[in-house]
T-cell receptor
């Protein structure tokens, strides 16, 4: 497809379950970002990849959160032992250039995670 | 740490008005600033990107200006239409190359 694709669109998990959220960036895009967005708030940074390298994971809220992009394209955000406070929309964005390049971010429609 | 503030938080106007949305940031050593719109239940759509060396960018009825020294950007929407109703967010990128977002301005344009 032409845009960033995220799946699933909605995920309901029981507290304590593990979840995996997928992001397919635009083909050829070097940079990939994960953000977390709570209702009525702006997106909060979680982690950043340049190709397959995870250059920054300072925004991950706990060691229950893990992200990977093993071949420099598709990325997966995994949350272990989900808690209610993990309920949010998880947004993925990609950008054509790496660090130092001025290219706009392209966002997917997000995955809405609800932990019950 | 960079902080981004957007004023007003919400705005409701009649169709046809010209609008100004404001974005301010605390650290002026930025790399670029982007404006996005977000429709309910959707991701963000990039509207304009202003590089640090630029003063403004225009796209159709949208014009964004950047004043790095005062830590401000404005998004001007001319002749607003109901289809412009959305949340508008600005994001500032600095040396870490990580865009930092404001909380957005929720805009309603009524017929």
């Amino acid at each position: 497809g032409a845009g960033v694709s995220q799946s699933p669109r909605y995920k309901v998990a029981k507290r304590g379950q593990d979840v995996a959220l997928r992001c397919d960036p635009i083909s050829g895009h070097v940079s990939l970002f994960w953000y977390q967005q709570a209702l009525g708030q702006g997106p909060e940074f979680l982690t950043y990849f340049q190709n397959e390298a995870q250059l920054d994971k300072s925004g991950l809220p706990s060691d229950r959160f893990f992200a990977e992009r093993p071949e420099g394209s598709v990325s997966t955000l995994k949350i272990q032992r989900t808690q209610q406070e993990d309920s949010a929309v998880y947004l993925c964005a990609s950008s054509l250039l790496g660090t130092g390049g001025n290219s706009p971010l392209h966002f997917g429609n997000g995955t809405r995670l609800t932990v019950t | 740490k960079q902080e981004v503030t957007q004023i007003p938080a919400a705005l409701s106007v009649p169709e046809g008005e010209n609008l100004v949305l404001n974005c301010s940031f605390t650290d002026s050593a930025i790399y670029n600033l982007q404006w996005f719109r977000q429709d309910p239940g959707k991701g963000l759509t990039s509207l304009l990107l202003i590089q640090s060396s630029q003063r403004e960018q225009t796209s159709g009825r949208l014009n964004a200006s950047l004043d790095k020294s005062s830590g401000r950007s404005t998004l001007y929407i001319a002749a607003s239409q109901p289809g412009d109703s959305a949340t508008y967010l600005c994001a500032v990128t600095e040396g870490s190359y990580i865009p930092t977002f404001g909380r957005g301005t929720s805009l309603i344009v009524h017929p």
